[in-house]
Every structure is written in C-alpha cells, then in structure tokens.
C-alpha cells in the first residue's frame, strides 16, 4: 500500500484568485530564522483569529480526504491544524516533520515547476492544484527560491481514527 497520497483540485483555476484574495487580507506575520525565510503567513498568529479561507478549503479537500479515509479503512478524519505560507526570492522552509499528527498535507496554491515539497529519501513531483498526503514523520522541506516566483501553499495536519 501507498501511504502517499496526490490528488488533483479539478476547479483549482476558477477558485486560486479567491484563496489568494483572502489571505492577501490577513496580516502579514514573516517567519524569517536560520532555516525559514517565509514572507508571509498566518502559522503564528492567534487560534482566535478568523481564517476565512478554511470553508473554502474545508469544501475542496473532503474528497481528498475520503479518499484516504477509503484506502487506509479508517471511519473518521479530523483536521487539528492548518495555516498558509507564502514564499518569494530566496525564501525556504528548511528540514522538519510534523510531530503529534498522523498525515501532513500541502494544497499547492501558486507552485512554480521545481519548487514543491522535497523528501529526504524519495522524490515526489507536484504542481499548483496538487494535494499532497504523507506521514507525518516524514522529513521534508520546501526548496529555496531562486528566482522571481512565488509559491503559495495551504498546510493541515489530520489524525485519521477507526
């Protein structure tokens, strides 16, 4: 069994302009340390502070999820974290996992070729549109940009239960 999971949003186009409008409103909190150079991102700011963009993703990735659901046999699926990050020149999310969660996942919002999530130990190409589901323990880290481009994405940890 694959325990890595890729799927693409069919309507990614017609809704990318909305996703991006909304976090476009949210304050601009940059994580910026030895390992992460991230411009923009809500990761830090308040539980309380309102995400509209999450009935939005919230609708996109249910058949994602059940589709995970369905092949790892599991009856229900919960999300315990989600939060953006925005990268630009020079920007990286350097060598992590995802502690306390069962599958960490990427929607890929803005993806310029060459700039999704890199393994330690494989290779998994993925494109703007592109939902990705891997263990959570699994090292990962988002490559330095090296040009003008940005790269947008949507993150949540979900703990899938019998």
């Not at 494989?122 to 090292?139: M, Q, R, V």
Request: net charge negative.
């Amino acid at each position: 069994m694959d325990y890595i999971f890729q799927t693409k949003v069919f309507n990614h186009s017609q809704i990318k302009k909305s996703f991006i409008d909304i976090i476009d409103l949210i304050p601009n909190t940059p994580i910026k340390n030895s390992n992460d150079d991230i411009f923009h991102s809500d990761y830090y700011l308040s539980h309380e502070t309102h995400k509209n963009y999450f009935s939005l993703l919230s609708d996109i990735i249910q058949p994602h999820l059940k589709k995970m659901m369905d092949s790892l046999k599991v009856n229900k699926c919960q999300i315990s974290s989600y939060w953006f990050q925005r990268y630009k020149n020079n920007g990286t999310h350097g060598w992590h996992t995802h502690e306390g969660s069962n599958y960490a996942n990427v929607y890929f919002l803005e993806c310029p070729k060459g700039y999704s999530t890199k393994f330690k130990h494989f290779t998994k190409d993925c494109e703007e549109g592109d939902i990705l589901s891997f263990p959570a323990f699994l090292p990962h880290m988002s490559p330095k940009i090296e040009d003008d481009s940005v790269k947008t994405i949507i993150s949540f940890n979900t703990e899938f239960l019998m």
